[in-house]
């Protein structure tokens, strides 16, 4: 009998997360007969911290995800063993843009239908960045060997505005009640609007595979896996997460008038034809700044920085969907 292990954040969504399983998905999962152990994550003892545990031995792990963005980025940071570790995402958060780029579909039963045939549908690229500063701590992350910290990501990293907007979401009252309608992505567009006056432009060192690119009145940059972020905005429209490249925008030297001319256009992936905006590809992408910049992985904000790498990790991810 397939055995699977089921992480629930019961607060995810708020709360919409252990309804869906209760009422919706837990109910599938008995009809196939298969076990199954169910864990919930506390703030104490979060998602990172179960598949931690889970995967430290070399037994193979069926995990299934219930959640969105926030809890994948938490689960890929978790996984020790990648080769015996294997994931099915039921999407069911505020933001499901992992689940947008690799074309999940919502529908529950076809998700767990898919998942329960057990078989590894696709081999995805984890990527990482390196923090050779951390300014403005807002979460302690564990300090690796080099002396750096290192946090892998499945979407995207971003630093500059794009980081800006998501540190300001993450404190925003407002995003929770939008939660509760079905609406959490508004926020981050009302928080876009809201901020662009008071955002500095930072004169930068880019380099993309040593390739030294314009930095100069940085407004953002970010480098994705996958092609959205921010809930369905198409920043990097041919972004593939099984390329083993990662594609960079942007954007600098932009106004506030450009700012509100150009951002509609990222919706659909059209606002590379702007002057100022920038596509690029590669697989190592170094930045220095002048000053201290909000850093993003996926959407969480853990801290500012004057310097990362952003780049891909030799670890490869096993989906179930």
Known sequence: MKTFDIIINPAGASGRTKREWETKIQPLFDKY??????????????????????????DTRNIVLIGGDGSMNLAVNGIQ?????????IPSGSGNDFALGLGIKKDIS????????????????VGEVVYYSRENILKDEVVSKDGFVHHRFN????????????QQAQISKVKKVLNKVHLGKLVYIFTAMKIIASTKRVNTKITIDGKEMDGQQLLFSVGMNTPYEGGGFKFCPHARENDGLLDFCIGNQLSQFDFFRIFPYAYNGAHLK????????????D?????????????EVACMSKHIQISLCEEKLQMLN
Not at 35 to 57: E, F, K, M, P, W
Not at 81 to 89: D, H, M, P, W, Y
């Open 110 to 125: 076809s998700c767990v239908k898919r998942i329960i045939e057990g078989k590894v549908y696709r081999i995805v690229d």
């Open 155 to 166: 979407i995207s990293a971003g630093i500059g505005f794009d980081a800006h907007i998501c």
């Open 81 to 89: 063993n990648f080769q015996n570790t294997r994931i099915g995402l």
């Open 274 to 285: 702007f002057h100022g905006v920038k596509e690029a590809r590669g697989k190592v992408f």
């Open 33 to 58: 007969n298969v076990h199954y152990t169910v864990y919930y994550s506390t703030l104490n003892y979060d998602v990172s911290d179960i598949v931690r545990d889970l995967t430290i031995t070399d």
């Open 287 to 299: 930045i220095t700044c002048e000053k201290p910049m909000w850093v993003h992985t996926d959407g």
